[in-house]
């Protein structure tokens, strides 16, 4: 019955209500506001469980008391005028679809004086409008924000910035109650979306849907945020959706989604059955790599542009690379990576006879400690402090232990002291060999790139495991604006999450130590010097496939595959973090190099990394994670014999207050820095695969997804790519976003129309 009235009701509101307009005039400020906002506004006030719904009206009054709704945070010298519309009898009213019949009539509405029934208090009323616009309903906390995530944090002096993707459908779409599943938002299919309830105001011409989002988050809700106390704004939850902003209404109207007519939903072509995995262009459509990328210029090094660490004439399909130059060249200062292997790589050593410290080579200390045998775990953890002795009171070995003894049965636990730790030694070891070329740190600022082998890579990292980059063990000194390199934190605490990591790094040292990996990888910094112009631009919106299956890099394979990073690269992956960007640095473990060398990204700039490979596959999602055995990548290699898989890193900002995001600052720094990894200017358009990405910054970091799907598509469509977008089991998101760019598209909404001006 509920259903039936509330369909009825939505039917006369599309038929004539929008077109007419009422007053309404609280503490001497007249606000204009459609009689549809006023209608649902009230309908909104009664219990969800009710068996019908009923809509009252006062005995007949002026109209600036009749619809009274005054701020639910301006509280003072309000009574006055609330009351004065209060008769001694309300009159219970029935929705009728007849013309008003009186001046102080509605549309619409017929009066039923039969039956009588005190209708909402003007307090209900507020109380109703302060819950949408400042108060909504708390939602339950993300699952990923936990105490190892926190741990984490205070570690390594960051947050991971990936909280965003599996565990992110638990906080946005949490288990509906009956009750909870009667007082949804209406979705733009239940409303006329192309009427909308009140004309564009002259500020908002030509300023599109995104200046309706912002009305409704500068007009009523302006007023009342700026009244309500500190604390109140802090308390603000997000519990609508940027959709449904689209829908047509200035208010999200919360109430039962009635079950459409079968001749509603044939005629509603949009409409997709719960079964729908995917919606919009077919992804098979949308362009990948290699297939649709052109030439690439010969690979050669350019000084203050490309560093080049391999012989360019000898490259050659599945032949190892040769380094460049022949003979290490030994670099100590501030612009280039501090190599373990240098001769100014100096270790404090007290002499036997004479009891004095002298500075000897710790490269050789390295060396002899780790060519002796190391059977056992606590023979590594000896050798690794012996050249770290002024860690030996903070640095755990708790993981590595427990990995060593419990996770690992006698036959692979005597493989790996017996075979794959000895082979691993020696990859560090060859550092001087390998890497001979000083590798420049990616700085702030910098539009550099570092092309080096795979096998380079692994050399390094094999570095990283046993903990010899000098000057990485604290982010105290110089290189307090880089992420850490060494081990070190993978190996402490008893977490299984450390287990599993380990699990999944073994498989790649595994790999590469027993056949030579023959491909090269490129790490870019980029940064967008100048911002763009977002408001003059004509762009429309570009293709979009949407699914609620599937993974970026399974399913994403050739596209441009976004990273949700960190500023620090890589966010927790040596320590406690285990979400979409440190999974993603552990399946592809030549991610974590990037780590020895870039800084702190800034707002206007990315990393771009090509050419990694997948070494492992795996299950579940944080907490959830386990290793699920070694990958074997198929992967085409381009030209420069790096594997087509396009990897951007971009880090999203947090927000504490749900409503800064919607800020012309905070959109225009998002869009910005989606931007950024999206472009490639050089290149034509037509060479530029699809963006793969999915719930960007969303999770812990606080941002909607809806408003982050809706900026990297704006992006994407200014970059010239199309989206591949990777809901991670949510449904209601890809039906909502699929919707949300059919409204665009089909209204020939360009990228400039969608944004507010900065205020």
């Not at 050593?349 to 606590?378: A, G, P």
């Not at 708790?398 to 005597?414: F, G, Q």
Request: net charge neutral; hydrophobic share 30%.
């Amino acid at each position: 019955m509920a259903a039936y009235h509330i369909l009825r009701f939505a039917h006369i509101l599309k038929k004539g209500l929008p077109k007419k307009q009422v007053w309404t005039k609280p503490n001497n400020t007249s606000i204009v506001v459609s009689a549809q906002v006023v209608l649902m506004t009230a309908l909104a006030d009664f219990e969800p469980s009710a068996k019908r719904l009923r809509v009252e009206i006062s005995a007949p009054t002026s109209p600036s008391s009749s619809l009274q709704a005054p701020s639910s945070c301006s509280r003072d010298n309000h009574d006055t005028v609330e009351n004065q519309g209060r008769g001694q009898n309300d009159t219970e009213t029935k929705m009728d679809k007849r013309p008003k019949t009186g001046a102080d009539g509605l549309r619409g509405v017929k009066i039923k004086g039969d039956r009588r029934r005190n209708g909402p208090t003007p307090q209900q009323f507020r109380n109703t409008v302060y819950q949408w616009l400042v108060k909504p309903k708390k939602k339950p906390t993300s699952p990923e924000a936990t105490q190892e995530d926190v741990e984490m944090a205070g570690d390594c002096g960051f947050q991971s910035t990936s909280a965003q993707v599996l565990a992110y459908q638990h906080a946005e779409n949490p288990t509906l109650s009956d009750e909870d599943e009667k007082t949804q938002p209406l979705t733009p299919q239940e409303l006329d979306e192309d009427k909308p309830v009140s004309p564009p105001s002259k500020d908002s011409a030509g300023g599109g849907l995104m200046q309706t989002l912002s009305r409704n988050h500068g007009g009523l809700e302006k007023k009342e945020v700026e009244t309500c106390s500190a604390s109140s704004e802090d308390s603000v939850k997000h519990n609508t959706k940027i959709t449904d902003f689209f829908s047509g209404t200035s208010s999200p109207v919360r109430r039962r989604r009635p079950d459409k007519s079968p001749e509603k939903q044939d005629a509603d072509k949009e409409t997709t059955s719960a079964e729908a995995k995917w919606l919009g262009t077919p992804i098979n459509e949308l362009k990948r790599m290699p297939e649709c990328g052109g030439l690439l210029p010969p690979l050669r090094d350019i000084r203050g542009q490309h560093t080049v660490m391999i012989r360019t004439d000898l490259l050659e399909d599945g032949k190892v690379s040769v380094p460049y130059p022949a003979k290490f060249k030994d670099t100590w200062d501030d612009d280039y990576v501090k190599m373990p292997c240098s001769s100014r790589n100096l270790f404090p050593v007290q002499d036997e006879v004479t009891q004095e410290l002298q500075k000897k080579s710790r490269w050789e200390l390295i060396k002899e400690t780790l060519n002796d045998t190391l059977s056992s775990q606590q023979e590594l953890k000896n050798a690794i402090l012996k050249y770290s002795a002024s860690q030996a009171k903070k640095w755990d070995f708790t993981a590595l232990r427990l990995y060593c003894t419990k996770v690992l049965d006698p036959d692979a636990a005597e493989h790996l002291f017996g075979s794959l730790l000895p082979d691993m030694v020696q990859l560090a070891l060859r550092a001087s060999e390998l890497c001979t070329k000083p590798i420049p740190l990616l700085k702030g600022g910098m539009n550099h790139s570092i092309t080096m082998s795979q096998e380079q890579v692994a050399c390094l990292l094999a570095n990283a495991f046993f903990c010899t980059f000098p000057r990485r063990n604290s982010r105290r000194k110089e290189y307090c604006n880089y992420p850490d390199i060494n081990f070190f934190r993978l190996f402490e605490g008893p977490s299984p999450r450390k287990i599993e990591k380990l699990k999944t790094l073994m498989c790649y040292f595994k790999s590469v130590t027993e056949q030579n990996p023959t491909g090269l990888v490129t790490f870019t910094r980029k940064s967008l010097d100048k911002p763009l112009n977002w408001r003059s631009s004509q762009t429309r919106l570009t293709k979009i496939h949407i699914t609620c299956e599937g993974t970026i890099e399974d399913d994403g394979y050739g596209m441009l595959q976004v990273d949700f990073a960190n500023q620090f690269v890589g966010g927790g992956v040596t320590s406690s973090g285990l979400v979409q960007e440190e999974i993603r640095f552990l399946i592809n473990p030549e991610l974590i190099v990037s780590r020895l060398f870039t800084e702190a990204l800034d707002h206007n700039e990315c990393l771009i990394i090509t050419g990694t490979e997948q070494y492992s596959d795996y299950t579940g999602y944080s907490h959830t994670y386990q290793w699920a055995g070694s990958h074997q990548d198929t992967t085409p290699r381009d030209d420069w014999q790096r594997r087509c898989t396009e990897i951007v890193a971009i880090d999203a900002l947090q927000f504490k207050n749900f409503l800064q995001q919607f800020s012309p600052e905070k959109l225009n720094r998002e869009l910005n820095k989606a931007y950024c990894g999206f472009a490639r200017p050089e290149e034509r358009r037509q060479n530029l695969a699809a963006v793969a990405t999915g719930n960007w910054g969303c999770g812990v970091f606080g941002g909607d997804a809806r408003l982050k799907a809706l900026l990297q598509m704006l992006a994407a469509a200014e970059a010239g790519r199309d989206v591949a977008y990777f809901t991670f089991g949510d449904s209601q998101l890809m039906t909502d976003v699929h919707k949300m760019h059919s409204f665009l598209t089909r209204r020939k909404i360009c990228v400039g129309q969608l944004l507010p001006s900065a205020r």
